[in-house]
């Protein structure tokens, strides 16, 4: 069925997002989406004059690849997928899967294996190809969102196709603030956090790698997180589904974790010595995303909220740690979530959600939406 929103979106993608020229070669990554979204993404890539590659995904279908994988097999993928990557100037991966908890009986190593052997294709995707990735809508999708499907995809279109050049006044002003700044605190219910950001760029997220987007993030000193914090948006890794997790550090190390499911948190947060350390920190402003619905490309941008994140630190933001986690916690500070504030260098930065200084008030709702 001919739908013209999968056209707006498929040119955003192309043009803005990954801004495709030319004879560059694209690889889509179809996840359980439309074969319609697919040929509107092949269709605004030939009229770019790119070349597009693509590859087809079902989730039930990696789910039993996963179950059975050995280490050879992951292997030999890896190398396959690696070759293939390496030649791409861009890529372009959207997610569909009817259900978003399809890997949670995937037996833990398994999962671990996987991901540790697939990182170096991960890793160049990320520091050598124009990219984005975002979630598509499902009714699943709309069930944790407490919406109808219908209600959800005129959501979803919204937000995904936001005029994001707006933002970037407030977040330029907003990178070079962070920059220039060394100690942060953190307090809300259940948390009170110090760390530095001191030396380590901020990096803005205006709709060029995920879509929907709308943070600027940078990364702690590694060494430097004191203090508490308890994170009141619930959340999925690894297909587990998570709710309540507090995590407590001294030297930058979580020495304490606790949620609904502490075994499982703790075992991840085991799974080498870097998913212990933070390696991202960011405030999001997204004006149409309020509420958490267990998707973290969504729930990460929500307006008003934080992420602070065990694992991996990004290259461009880095404080030098290294893990195959990358866990990406938010907290929501808005006055209807409990409220909060954030300080920089003693300074109140954001109250209740709210950007206070005059420079930032441009990534407030009322001024985005």
Known sequence: MHDPRFEKLAKLLVGYSTKLKP??????????????????????????????????????????????????????????????????????????????????????????????????????????????????????????????????????????????????????????????????????????????????????????????DGEVFTCPVKNSVQGYVTFNAPTIYQGTAFDTIRLEFNNGKVVNATSNNTKKLNEILDSDAGARYIGEFSLAFNPHILHPMRDILFDEKISGSFHFTPGQAYEQADNGNRSQVHWDMVSIQREDYGGGSIYFDGKLIRRDGLFVPKQLQSLNPDRLK
């Open 23 to 212: 004879g560059d070669k694209v690889l889509i990554d179809a996840f359980d989406i439309p074969s319609e979204m697919t040929i509107a993404l092949v269709r605004a890539t030939r009229n770019a004059k790119a070349l597009p590659y693509v590859q087809t995904h079902q989730s039930r279908v990696a789910r039993e690849i996963l179950i059975g994988a050995t280490d050879e097999q992951y292997k030999f993928a890896a190398e396959h997928e690696l070759t293939r990557i390496k030649k791409m100037q861009a890529y372009i991966a959207l997610r569909g899967s009817e259900n978003i908890t399809e890997m949670s009986d995937v037996p833990g190593e398994r999962m671990k294996m996987a991901m540790k052997i697939m990182r170096p294709v991960l890793d160049w995707r990320v520091k050598k190809t124009r990219w984005c990735v975002l979630r598509w809508p499902t009714p699943s999708m709309a069930q944790l969102a407490g919406m109808s499907t219908e209600q959800f995809e005129n959501f979803f279109f919204d937000v995904c196709t936001l005029d994001y050049g707006r933002m970037q006044p407030g977040m330029k002003a907003l990178k070079a603030l962070m920059e220039k700044t060394d100690r942060v605190e953190i307090k809300g219910p259940a948390t009170e956090l110090q760390f530095s950001i001191k030396g380590i760029p901020a990096i803005i997220c205006g709709g060029t790698h995920n879509i929907p």
